[in-house]
């Protein structure tokens, strides 16, 4: 199997959800303590030896594209002023991965944006990260996902166990158990089911290594639920016919994963993240065990 080499960001949203905050910033630069969301997810997948990433943008999204660019005005002013520590910090997210990027242009859906990928991407495998979803770089997912794929072939996709009554708000996966007890065989998908239609507790998270088959299956598929063309669409036509572009399998996630989509899961984020800093951890943790102590 071809080793992975290239990864797919799609950033091209509107970020409704955190309106008035989103309505000239980006939501993929919404700091998470004192990283964007975005800088987070190219990490994890340079950390997994994708150091190729292709951003999918849209309108108003510049500042994702200067984020990773150089910034020689600010680094030499840091220089100046003998500042290394943040004069690194600042150089980190232009050497991270070579970046490239395209306008989505016309937000039809998670699958339309995969799609403006492909002359990128070509005949090769590659990763998707959504950027509502981070994960703990102790929880190495990404590499697990290409390890998979680079073995079995086909496509992987991230999942994780979660309540029933929360189901709705996921593709949902019906899998059959492999020999690996966190490996699955996915034989269907479906996006947003109600709690008893669900076919299990698996939802689909913001990860997919994805077969270059899945292109031409794109190109087919008629928009979905909400009007848009669906990725889980595409995935559910791959696993009920493997000569499409082999296997699909599952990766179930146990791990610590920090979702920034929804605005009292990111505040949730941002102490987490925070707590466990070295440099602010235990001071933050004080303040935190104080004010919950005393206000609440």
């Known amino acids: 199997m071809r080793k992975i080499q290239k990864a ?22 919404l700091p998470v303590v004192d990283k964007p969301a975005i800088q987070y997810v190219v990490e994890e997948a340079a950390a997994a030896g994708l150091n190729d990433v292709l951003m999918i943008t849209g309108r108003n999204k510049r500042a994702l594209e200067d984020h990773f660019d150089r910034n020689y005005e600010l680094e030499s002013a840091l220089t100046r002023k003998g500042d290394d520590e943040r004069l690194v910090r600042v150089q980190e997210s232009s050497e991270l991965a070579t970046m490239h990027y395209v306008r989505q242009g016309d937000p039809k859906g998670l699958g339309h944006a995969v799609l403006c990928a492909e002359p990128h991407v070509g005949d090769e495998p590659f990763a998707v990260l959504l950027g509502d979803d981070l994960i703990d770089p102790r929880d190495p997912l990404l590499a697990r996902m290409t390890e998979i794929q680079e073995r079995e072939g ?10 029933p009554e929360q189901i709705h708000l996921y593709g949902c996966a019906a899998a059959e158990a492999t020999a690996e007890a966190d490996v699955v065989r996915i034989t269907g998908l479906v996006e947003k089911p109600e709690a008893g239609d669900a076919p299990s507790n698996l939802a689909v998270i913001g990860r997919y290594v994805l077969d270059p088959a899945v292109f031409g299956v794109l190109r087919d598929t008629e928009p979905g639920r909400g009007g848009e063309i669906q990725l889980t669409d595409a995935l559910q036509q791959l696993a009920g016919d493997e000569k499409l572009g082999g296997p699909v399998h599952g990766v179930v996630f146990r791990g610590r994963r920090y979702d920034t989509g929804d605005r009292g899961d990111y505040l949730r984020a941002i102490v987490r993240l925070a707590s466990e800093r070295e440099d602010l951890g235990p001071d933050f943790r004080s303040w935190l065990r104080d004010f919950v102590a005393t206000e609440l």
Do not use: D, N
């Open 154 to 163: 086909g496509s992987v996709v991230a999942l994780m166990e979660v309540a």
């Open 8 to 29: 797919v960001i799609p950033a091209a949203g509107l970020g409704t959800r955190f309106l008035p905050a989103t309505k000239a910033t980006p939501k993929e630069m």
